[in-house]
């Protein structure tokens, strides 16, 4: 396991962490991010910049845009291109002790406290490029391979937010129950991965729409609570789907029950109120990005490694 000693001793310059990124996105020789040629050559005069030259033709599939690697000038590139890191004037250590700071910290690490822990040249960080960093990680780490979960799964919905009755007396909106909530849904494998996503509303539709693209066809169990969302899992998908009843004291059925992803939102919420204290609507989808991914990769031993990987 990676400690934050060998962080800053192994990756203290520039070129020590472009080494790393090379070793980790291409173990088998330098790629064109573009065509995926190895046809490339390096460029003496520019260091960590290579040009391709394979003339290729690539069809972008988000702009529909072909690209071409043409033999003559030939298309160049850094490891850089296509990460996080891509048009960035923050040198790449303050990038990666931010990245070994988010992935170490159980519950999250806010960007004020990442500006008190950087220093460049002897000074403090600006807390907006911690903040920036911060927010550019947690984007990094949404997880775009995701496979379905099988096993027994548990489905449960939990709301992001504050009590109207707790807001300053001026920002009071002076109605009741959760309706300035932001609501969220969540589905885990028992001792397996879980995956979370903001949703509008917790409605029917939307619920057994994330139940279909989560969990696997083949799954085990599906077990919810009496929440009427999870009510036409076995009608509509087919699903073997039990519920326990929470409002009539029903926590544990045998193998049915939701304590797991409960584990999980309680592990979010702390994060959320004593870490971060507030998170607005705007950016909840990046911290859960966060928390999902950190979560998932609990037993890797070298979780700093695939947090850079996966850039």
């Keep these: 396991m990676t400690s934050l000693r060998q962080i800053h001793e192994n990756y203290k310059t520039q070129d020590q962490c472009m080494e790393l990124l090379i070793s ?154 959760g309706w300035d909530k932001t609501p969220v849904i969540g589905a885990i494998s028992r001792k397996g991965n879980v995956v979370c996503k903001m949703i509008e509303r917790a409605d029917v539709p939307t619920m057994s729409r994330f139940v279909a693209e989560a969990v696997s066809k083949k799954v085990q169990l599906v077990a919810t609570d009496e929440h009427s969302g999870y009510q036409y899992l076995d009608r509509w998908q087919g699903l073997p789907h039990q519920t326990v009843r929470h409002g009539q004291g029903e926590y544990v059925r045998g193998i049915v029950h939701t304590n797991n992803i409960e584990s999980f939102w309680s592990l979010l919420k702390r994060g959320i109120v004593g870490t971060y204290h507030n998170v607005s609507k705007k950016y909840l989808p990046l911290y859960l990005n966060e928390f999902q991914w950190r979560f998932n990769n609990r037993k890797n031993p070298d979780i700093f490694k695939a947090a850079i990987a996966g850039c």
């Excluded at 529909?64 to 996080?84: D, H, I, N």
């Excluded at 700071?101 to 960007?111: D, E, F, R, V, Y």
């Excluded at 903040?131 to 096993?151: E, K, P």
């Design 24 to 177: 980790l996105r291409w173990p088998s020789g330098i790629e064109c991010p573009r065509c995926g040629s190895r046809k490339v050559i390096r460029i003496k005069h520019r260091p960590w910049n290579w040009v391709c030259k394979s003339g290729a033709q690539v069809l972008d599939k988000e702009t529909g845009q072909v690209f071409e690697c043409k033999k003559g000038t030939g298309y160049r590139f850094s490891p850089l291109v296509g990460t996080v890191f891509e048009n960035t004037n923050y040198p790449l250590p303050v990038w990666f002790e931010v990245i070994y700071l988010i992935c170490q910290s159980k519950k999250g690490m806010s960007a004020m406290q990442v500006q008190r822990m950087l220093q460049e040249n002897g000074r403090p960080t600006a807390y907006k490029t911690a903040f920036y960093i911060c927010h550019r990680v947690r984007a990094m780490l949404d997880n775009d391979q995701f496979s379905q979960l099988m096993g027994v799964v548990e489905v449960d919905e939990t709301y992001i937010g504050g009590k109207d009755k707790n807001r300053h007396w001026d920002k009071k909106k002076h109605m009741k129950g």
